[in-house]
C-alpha cells in the first residue's frame, strides 16, 4: 500500500454497534476504505451490504484469515460478541493485520495474555475504543488533574447509573451470560475502569467487590413487573409491556436481528425476567492503585435516571462531576433503544465543579454539552482512530490499557465468587507501565 492510498478495513461482528464504524469509514475516505464484511450471519452481513452505496464481499467469521489475505486487508475492526474478541484479534495480527477492538479487548486474564503475547511477536497494532476517553468533559477532567488541579490524589468515588431503559437492554440479549460478556462489571464497567485508569496514570493493584442480581431474572419477578412471555415478538404480552422491545417496529433491528433469526436463532428481545441470565445489575468495587489512591465505584442498571457522578479527593482540594444523560425514562421511550449517536428525548446536563481548600468553590466552564455520540465521543474518537486525526492527550488505548481495564472487572468477578480481596497481578502480572 503507497502512503497515498486509503487503508483497507474489514469489519467482524456485523451486528448494531458495527453501523457505527461503517458510517464513520465513510466519513473518512481519504483515509480508509471498507472492503470486506465478516459475521457468522450472512442476513446481517446482507444488512449492512443493503445499506452501503456499495456492497464489500462477506465472509463466515471462520474463514477470517482467508478474507484477511484475499482481501489484502490492512486494518480488522472487531465488533463481534466480546467472548471472540481474542480469536479474531490474534488472527488479525499473525496475518500481519492492525486491529481495532471494541470494548472489552476480551472477557478473561488467558485471552488478554494471547493478545499482548501476539503484539509483542508481531509487532502490530492494537487499538481499543475506549470512545469515553474522547468526551470532551473527560477531556477537560484529565488535563485539570495532570495539571494538579487538586495536589496528589488520595481517593475516587465513582456512582454510574443506567436508567432503566438503557440497564433493561442488557438483559435482553447475549450480553446476559457472562460467559458471553464477561458480565457488566467487565462490559459496562471497563469503560469506567478505562477513565479512572487514564485520569491517575494508574493501573490497578487489588480489588474487592460485592454484587447481585436484584432487579432483573426470574427473581426479579418478586418487583411484580413481570409478563409471561419468553421473548417479545408475537407475544401479546409483551405489547405494553415497558421491559419489551418490538424489533418489528424498529426497521434496522427487523433487518439485523429479527429477519436473521433463522440462520442462527439468536432472539433480541428476550424477557429480561426470563431464566438464562447469569449477570449482576448492582454492584459495588473498591480498588487500591499502585499510586496509593483509592476508589468506591457502584453501577446500578435499574434506575430511573442516567447519568453518573465522580469526585475526585487530593490534598489540595476536590473535583466533582455531574452528568445526567437522561432526567427520567419518559413512558413513550420506555421500548426504545439507547442509541450511541441519538441524544435521548429526556432533559440533561453536566456541571463541573472545582472545590479548592480555603477557596469558593469554581464553576469549570465546559462547551455545549453534545448529548448523543456518548457526548460527542463517537466522532472524535473515529477521527483520530480512522481519519488520522492527532491525538495530543493520548487517548488512543492500546492493548496494554484494555488489559488494565479487564483486569479491574476481571478482579471485581473473582471478588464477587470469593467474597475475598483480589491481587490483580493473581490474574495477570503485567510490567510496570
Known sequence: MSADEPRRLAVVGAGARAEM??????DHPDRVQLVALADTNQARMDAHNRWLASPVPTYA??????????????QLLVTSVDRTHAGHIVT????GVDVITEKPMTVDAESARRILDAVERTGRDVRVAFNYRFNPVHEV???????????EIGSVHFEWLLDIRH?????????RDKANSGGLLVHKSGHHF?????WLGAAPAEVYAQGRLFMYGPDGKRHGYARDYERAHGSPSAADDPFAIDLAAKPRLKELYLDAEGEDGYFRDQNVFAPGVTIEDDMAVLVRYDTGATMTYHLTAYAPWE???????????????????????SPEATGDIKHGDEAPPERGGVTLTLRPYWKPPQAIELQPHDRGGHGGADSRMTAVL???KTDPLARSATARDGAFALLTGLAANRSLETHEPVRVADLLDLPER
Do not use: K
Open 92 to 95: 488479525a495480527l499473525e496475518a
Open 167 to 175: 440497564g433493561a437492554d442488557y438483559f435482553r440479549r447475549w450480553h
Open 61 to 74: 467469521a471462520a474463514d477470517l484469515a482467508t478474507m484477511l489475505s484475499a482481501e489484502h486487508v490492512d
Open 307 to 329: 447519568g453518573y457522578r465522580l469526585m475526585v479527593n487530593g490534598s489540595q482540594g476536590r473535583l466533582e462531576l455531574e452528568v445526567v444523560e437522561s432526567d427520567h425514562v
Open 194 to 198: 478505562d477513565l479512572v485508569n487514564w
Open 386 to 388: 480512522l481519519g488520522g
Open 21 to 26: 464504524w461503517v458510517r464513520a469509514i465513510g
Open 141 to 151: 477532567v484529565r488535563t485539570l488533574l495532570a495539571g494538579g488541579a487538586v495536589g
